[in-house]
């Protein structure tokens, strides 16, 4: 009985071990975002040159060419720029706000 339990709280600490490991590696900025409206949608992704990308689509099944491509920098530690094809923004405490012109696109993160 003794063993048992010395085994299942080895195996919770390695859980947790593996958990914390995890969460300390995700990136606030990577992933999938989704305007307000559902109009559009914004793939932020690393390039194997390690830079940060942006794909604005308006489908994300599809494989048609995104609307624009943008470039991002890293300014702070959870602030991102992004600019291209005459769009600006920034990903800056979980929420992504891009402009071009008067059209002004205010994002989410989507799972």
């Not at 390695?14 to 559009?40: H, L, R």
Request: net charge positive; proline share 2%.
């Amino acid at each position: 009985m003794k063993r048992l339990l010395t085994v299942a709280v080895l195996h919770i600490l390695i859980g947790c071990s593996v958990f914390a490991q995890t969460t300390e590696k995700m990136n606030p900025f990577v992933g999938d975002w989704k305007a307000k409206t559902g109009k559009y949608f914004a793939q932020v992704y690393i390039t194997k040159d390690s830079m940060y990308k942006v794909n604005l689509t308006t489908d994300l099944t599809s494989r048609a060419a995104p609307e624009a491509v943008l470039a991002a920098d890293v300014v702070k530690e959870n602030v991102l720029n992004l600019s291209g094809d005459g769009w600006n923004g920034k990903i800056e405490n979980g929420a992504l706000r891009m402009a071009k012109g008067s059209e002004v696109l205010d994002m989410q993160q989507y799972f």
